[in-house]
Nanobody, 114 residues
Framework: VRLVESGGGLVHPGGSLRLSCAASGFTFSSYHMNWYRQAPGKERELVARITSAGDSTNYADSVKGRFTISRDNAKNTVYLQMNNLKPEDTAVYYC????????WGQGTQVTVSS
């Protein structure tokens, strides 16, 4: 299993970013996918989840209405569209899947600052 995140960066408050996670080494379309984040000094938290078919999603209360998770099973990729970003969204964002065990990407840094 390999998960490779991209799309992070520095953005002003109110800005947008789209994260991507390219997956390989497993049958992507058969697995639910998750985005987590970890801010400095804080525990890793679940941000968003999407079912294998992409027909159901769940979000942390702190990002509801601002973030959208989606997937393209033909491209083995899951996305996180982040709008109206706030300084408290600053964190390393990780792609995650459970296939027998937890698998994590290397993470991509998102910094929201003026």
């Amino acid at each position: 299993v390999r998960l490779v995140e991209s799309g992070g960066g520095l953005v002003h408050p109110g800005g947008s970013l789209r994260l991507s996670c390219a997956a390989s080494g497993f049958t992507f379309s058969s697995y639910h996918m998750n985005w987590y984040r970890q801010a400095p000094g804080k525990e890793r938290e679940l941000v968003a989840r999407i079912t294998s078919a992409g027909d159901s999603t769940n979000y942390a209360d702190s990002v509801k209405g601002r973030f959208t998770i989606s997937r393209d099973n033909a491209k083995n990729t899951v996305y996180l569209q982040m709008n109206n970003l706030k300084p408290e969204d600053t964190a390393v964002y990780y792609c995650h899947v459970i296939r027998y065990i937890s698998h994590w990407g290397q993470g991509t840094q998102v910094t929201v600052s003026s």
